[in-house]
């Protein structure tokens, strides 16, 4: 199938499937004859599985470890388990600074009277830097 195709089925656009052959994520595609891009349905499910761990949060590097997990059957599951959890530890801590932004921003327009007048605790606490 055409990159076209493979972009369709793998749910990723036509220049990300390019971007991940150029930084080696994935095989670069076998060409036809007249020189374009060709794909079987193993590429096409290597490539719908970094759609997905990238949806996830994973980084391409951790796609990459990843990948060489995936294609390897003698490996540990303990070290696909552990790239998990430190995910899992990077999402926790986004979600306590997301929590914290929240309710700074929410103390912000508790102050804020919201009416005509020019006065306005949110642009001076984002001035002064209060939380």
């Given amino acids: 199938m055409n990159i076209g195709e493979a972009a369709r089925r793998s749910g990723l656009p ?3 499937i390019r971007f991940y052959e150029d930084i080696g994520l994935v095989p670069a595609a076998g060409r036809d004859a007249n020189g ?3 794909y079987g349905e193993r590429e096409v499910h290597l490539l ?3 759609h997905r761990a990238r949806s996830l949060g994973f980084s391409v590097e951790q796609c990459r470890e990843l990948l060489a997990l ?3 059957r003698d490996r ?3 070290d696909v388990k552990a790239i998990a959890l430190a995910r899992i530890s990077d999402i926790d801590r986004k979600v306590a ?4 932004m929240k309710a700074t921003l929410g103390e912000l327009a508790k102050r804020c009277h919201g009416d005509e007048r020019p006065d306005c605790p949110i642009l001076e ?3 002064e830097g209060e939380a």
């Fill in 97 to 100: 600074e997301l929590e914290a």
């Fill in 48 to 50: 719908h599985f970094i």
């Fill in 14 to 16: 036509t220049k990300t």
């Fill in 76 to 78: 540990a599951s303990a």
């Fill in 70 to 72: 995936y294609g390897d």
């Fill in 125 to 127: 606490g984002l001035a």
């Fill in 36 to 38: 374009y891009r060709r």
